[in-house]
């Protein structure tokens, strides 16, 4: 599954792209060629969220690219989502098994060594996600910086599908790529300004490290 996420890990998140639609910044994703897309979307109501990732997953049928839920499993189950990300706080992956099936992917995020090897162990895991590995502004409460070696330490406790997130920008992408990412999740080094300047900026770093 590695392959199929493409080096960016692209995360809409409804706050952080204000007025601009979730659904066209799905499209014009997807269109560049990102095979990962996240709808994340915190504090709207439940009717409002079931919309925006219907939106979205139209928006990105037929183009080669996946849409996957932050969080909510009911919801990628009921707009047939590629996937859905969890926190620790969130649904154990088995209980989201049960709502999303068998031919739903789960992404786990994990922030230190303990999480990391229970997410490696847990057959209903299908992508281990390791972060921040750098200062963040998107989560009010972060949790602890983890750094590269933390990234560099992960890839060799699993084989799983990794995904490095927090604070990765066009600058230090390469660097997070090198450590053994197989993606990196981008947040507001994408949402925050021009969406098209800012992916065209990702897309090129990660062409870079190729």
């Known amino acids: 599954m590695s392959g199929s996420l493409g080096p960016v890990y692209a995360i809409l998140d409804a706050t952080a792209l204000g007025e601009r639609s979730p659904?066209?910044?799905?499209?014009?994703?997807?269109?560049?060629?990102?095979?990962?897309?996240?709808l994340?979307?915190?504090?709207?109501?439940?009717?409002?969220?079931?919309?925006?990732?219907?939106?979205?997953?139209?928006?990105?049928?037929?183009?080669g690219a996946?849409?996957?839920?932050?969080?909510?499993?009911?919801?990628?189950?009921?707009?047939?989502?590629?996937?859905?990300?969890l926190g620790q706080r969130d649904l154990p992956p088995s209980a989201a098994r049960t709502v999303v099936g068998a031919a739903c992917r789960i992404g786990l995020s994990t922030h230190d060594g303990e999480q990391l090897a229970a997410a490696d162990a847990d057959?209903?895991?299908?992508?281990?996600a390791v972060g921040p590995v750098f200062p963040t502004t998107s989560k009010a409460s972060p949790d602890p910086v983890?750094?590269?070696?933390?990234?560099?330490?992960?890839?060799?406790?699993?084989?799983?599908?990794?995904?490095?997130?927090?604070?990765?920008?066009?600058?230090?992408?390469?660097?997070?790529?090198?450590?053994?990412?197989?993606?990196?999740?981008?947040?507001?080094a994408l949402c925050r300004g021009d969406l098209e300047e800012n992916l065209g900026r990702l897309l090129a770093a990660a062409r870079d490290a190729a």
């Open 40 to 63: 994340r979307a915190k504090g709207v109501s439940d009717r409002r969220l079931h919309a925006l990732a219907l939106e979205c997953q139209q928006a990105v049928a037929g183009t």
């Open 146 to 188: 983890v750094g590269l070696e933390f990234v560099r330490r992960a890839r060799t406790a699993t084989a799983k599908p990794l995904v490095a997130i927090g604070g990765i920008d066009a600058g230090n992408l390469a660097a997070v790529l090198a450590a053994g990412a197989d993606a990196v999740a981008v947040l507001s």
């Open 123 to 128: 057959p209903e895991v299908d992508l281990v």
């Open 23 to 38: 659904a066209r910044g799905a499209e014009i994703l997807a269109r560049a060629g990102v095979r990962s897309i996240q």
């Open 66 to 85: 996946s849409l996957w839920i932050d969080d909510r499993s009911d919801v990628a189950a009921a707009v047939g989502a590629a996937g859905v990300h």
